[in-house]
């Protein structure tokens, strides 16, 4: 394993046996930062695709500010006319539509007016979700499920409002909308069933379907000439993620998307609805530009000390007692320290979301500079050291301690 450079399918990397290089192949699908860095220094090979097959020209991608578009009252709840519009003259004609909004639920915060306070889940740190086809308010990430509140839980006052959009409110919305339409609903609470996906797809397929909406589950792997309308209604929805992938994400996703459409000789169209069409990873979208947003990606990458200029190490305490949690990590940061020479440790703090599943939780990032130690090997040293050092010594020992090295998410 140590021999054969990393990588996955989304790189739609191929390995051909050489464990000196493993070509990455660029095409519709976008290659990670770290992967395209590697093959810009000679460790892998680069294949470029930079034509679609049968001559399908790129879809034209349009950007939607929704800002402008309330002010003008062009905006039906969270639909922007421009979209609308060009939904119903794809139905006319009988082509395909796929909406993205990656975010399940109806409603995703339950907000109250009068004392501020957002109905969070009892187990984790996170807003709880409406859903309107169960009318139940769920967690998504511990599987709590209330009933919907006629009040607010804290004050009791009845001034209560859902914010937030999720999968259910835009099929629900679009059926208003187009009441003649066949929409199916394409995500993880809809997909629960064996083979259900599938039969949706075929439907699709054949036309029976006239429009998928889903989170990204819709954005990877569909190959259907009839689409030739995309639309996203958010496209900020993982922008705003404090994890230094967050851009990159998003313009995978955004990319990946928009390659829905126009995948035959009839041209496809996207629409992007956004609040800020001028941030540079939504204009690099918009050129179908990857090597510029490469470039100043790798260089924002390598200012910060993040992969593929260091190894990560992110050590995570878990504890259904906060205090427990909290000096469980203070005591391994202060074991590591005597092991960092050549780290960069920041000092531990509060998870982002801080408490999941009962168990309160707290983290503390390590980076190994490539240049100082390339295959990592301090780092790991550092941490197990750290470990056993934290194993004999901390009255936090019975704490449970994750070490997760080149974590995918700090979050």
Not at 213 to 219: D, L, N
Not at 263 to 269: M, V
């Amino acid at each position: 394993a140590e021999l054969i450079p990393r990588y996955n399918a989304r790189d739609a990397a191929v390995y051909l046996g050489n464990l000196n290089k493993c070509p990455v192949l660029l095409g519709s699908a976008t290659p990670s930062i770290e992967s395209m860095y590697n093959a810009k220094t000679g460790k892998y090979e680069l294949l470029e695709l930079p034509e679609r097959i049968d001559d399908a020209k790129l879809p034209e991608i349009v950007f939607v500010n929704v800002n402008r578009e309330r002010k003008r009252k062009r905006m039906e709840n969270v639909f922007s006319k421009t979209l609308l519009d060009k939904i119903e003259d794809r139905l006319k004609k009988k082509e395909g539509i796929i909406i993205l909004q990656n975010r399940r639920g109806f409603s995703t915060q339950i907000y109250c007016e009068d004392c501020s306070e957002v109905e969070t889940c009892d187990n984790c740190s996170v807003p709880m979700v409406y859903h309107i086809n169960k009318n139940i308010i769920q967690c998504h990430y511990c599987g709590l499920v209330k009933d919907v509140p006629g009040a607010c839980t804290n004050c009791g006052s009845l001034a209560i409002k859902y914010f937030g959009t999720g999968t259910e409110r835009v099929e629900d919305e679009l059926a208003f909308y187009f009441p003649s339409a066949n929409i199916s609903r394409v995500d993880s609470d809809s997909i629960s069933r064996k083979a259900v996906l599938s039969k949706i797809l075929v439907s699709f397929g054949k036309g029976d379907i006239d429009m998928l909406v889903g989170t990204q589950m819709v954005s990877k792997g569909l190959d259907f000439s009839r689409v030739t309308l995309v639309g996203v209604i958010a496209a900020e929805t993982t922008l705003w993620l404090p994890d230094f992938r967050a851009d990159e994400r998003t313009f995978q996703l955004l990319t990946q998307v928009s390659g829905r459409s126009g995948r035959s000789k009839t041209e496809g169209e996207v629409l992007i609805q956004t609040q800020n069409s001028k941030h540079f990873v939504l204009q690099k979208v918009l050129l179908n530009d990857y090597n510029g947003f490469y470039e100043r990606e790798i260089l924002l990458r390598k200012q910060s000390n993040y992969p593929p200029f260091s190894r990560l190490g992110l050590i995570e305490t878990k504890d259904e007692y906060e205090e427990k949690a909290r000096g469980a990590i203070s005591d391994f940061y202060k074991y590591v320290k005597k092991y960092s020479k050549n780290l960069v440790i920041t000092a531990p703090t509060e998870a982002i979301i801080s408490k999941i599943k009962g168990q309160y939780r707290f983290h503390l990032l390590i980076k190994s500079i490539k240049m100082r130690d390339p295959g990592g090997k301090e780092l790991r040293s550092a941490v197990l050291s750290a470990f056993v050092d934290y194993k004999q010594k901390s009255r936090f020992r019975d704490v449970r301690l994750i070490i997760d090295i080149d974590p995918q998410s700090i979050i």
